[in-house]
């Protein structure tokens, strides 16, 4: 069975004022690439905040989730600017998909 990128749900919210699509073209790629071919990951979600200068010594706070089955995976980043925390997190959810890929590739290896 091959992706049907239609049945993809991709979700992406910014708190970030005018985040432009270079955001949301970045995220959505990488993640209908990383899901492209399988049928585990059925969607993912982005959200961009920028929390309360006052409180925090960042700037924003990049957080994806990607919705897979067996068990959902998600990544925090956060960073003076927004694209590398966009990066940070989906390098994060990236590695962590994969490797869960793998380690159900290999049910008798242990971690």
Not at 14 to 39: I, Y
Request: glycine share 4%; net charge negative; proline share 5%.
């Amino acid at each position: 069975m091959t992706f049907d990128e239609s049945a993809f749900e991709f979700e992406f919210h910014s708190e970030v004022p005018d985040p432009g699509d270079a955001l949301r073209n970045e995220a959505e790629r990488r993640l209908s690439k990383l899901a492209a071919q399988r049928q585990d990951m059925i969607g993912a979600s982005v959200v961009i905040e920028q929390p309360a200068e006052a409180e925090t010594r960042y700037l924003c706070e990049a957080r994806v989730v990607a919705y897979i089955r067996p068990e959902n995976v998600a990544a925090t980043e956060k960073s003076d600017d927004v694209m590398s925390a966009l990066k940070g997190a989906l390098d994060a959810v990236e590695r962590q998909v994969r490797e869960g890929r793998d380690r159900r590739r290999k049910p008798w290896k242990e971690t």
